[in-house]
T-cell receptor
Framework: AQTVTQSQPEMSVQEAETVTLSCTYD???????LFWYKQPPSRQMILVIR??????QNATENRFSVNFQKAAKSFSLKISDSQLGDTAMYFC?????????????FGKGTKLTVNP | DTGVSQNPRHKITKRGQNVTFRCDPI?????LYWYRQTLGQGPEFLTY????????KSRLLSDRFSAERPKGSFSTLEIQRTEQGDSAMYLC??????????FGPGTRLTVT
């Protein structure tokens, strides 16, 4: 079974600064998708950014970017110019296709607090 | 597009009672997922539908759990004879063929 590990249970950052959240995963598949999801307090989970494993270029979405190291099975999220609204749980996830579905396997999450 | 909706948002029940949750996916999405999230953990996959067909069930889904998606539209998740260990947030997500799952707000179940 595939596993996703987030080694930082909690992190904090000052507003306007940059923070990087770590994620490692384990898979035997050669092509797959990786995701970062954000879950604000008492609100629903939303997709932050997606990376396709066969693409060497790191994905970016405005202030969010990833550092995808396929050989190392590492997928970190960098948030630039942090804003108070970035305060949330962040989950790294990998798509698993064994069994017939494209279900997501999630890490345990990193609680990010952006301080004013 | 109103997003994925789930009802009820909160459910408190006594141990041994049956509960049913509903998920309404985004209308054009043919894929629907149920996940369970306990405190301090990431969501864990429970089951998957493509249209009306239930194509995969996790070993987490004991025989007390049943899910349906009649006509490939909304889905229901029923838990029979609830146990305290069933207390969790139950999340529904839907997607089309483009690998992005859209999540609903979840149903928080508390079993007393």
């Amino acid at each position: 079974a595939q596993t996703v590990t987030q080694s930082q249970p909690e992190m904090s950052v000052q507003e306007a600064e940059t923070v990087t959240l770590s994620c490692t995963y384990d898979t035997s598949e050669s092509n797959y998708y990786l995701f970062w999801y954000k879950q604000p307090p008492s609100r629903q989970m939303i997709l932050v950014i997606r990376q396709e494993a066969y693409k060497q270029q790191n994905a970016t979405e405005n202030r969010f970017s990833v550092n995808f190291q396929k050989a190392a099975k590492s997928f970190s999220l960098k948030i630039s110019d942090s804003q108070l609204g970035d305060t949330a749980m962040y989950f790294c996830a990998q798509e698993e296709t064994q069994g017939g579905s494209e279900k997501l396997v999630f890490g345990k999450g990193t609680k990010l607090t952006v301080n004013p | 597009d109103t997003g994925v909706s789930q009802n009820p948002r909160h459910k408190i029940t006594k141990r041994g009672q049956n509960v049913t949750f509903r998920c309404d996916p985004i209308s054009e999405h043919n894929r629907l997922y149920w996940y369970r999230q306990t405190l301090g953990q990431g969501p864990e996959f429970l089951t998957y539908f493509q249209n009306e067909a239930q194509l995969e069930k996790s070993r987490l889904l004991s025989d007390r759990f049943s899910a349906e998606r009649p006509k490939g539209s909304f889905s229901t998740l029923e838990i029979q004879r609830t146990e305290q260990g069933d207390s969790a947030m139950y999340l529904c997500a839907s997607s089309s063929d483009f690998y992005e799952q859209y999540f609903g707000p979840g149903t928080r179940l508390t079993v007393t």
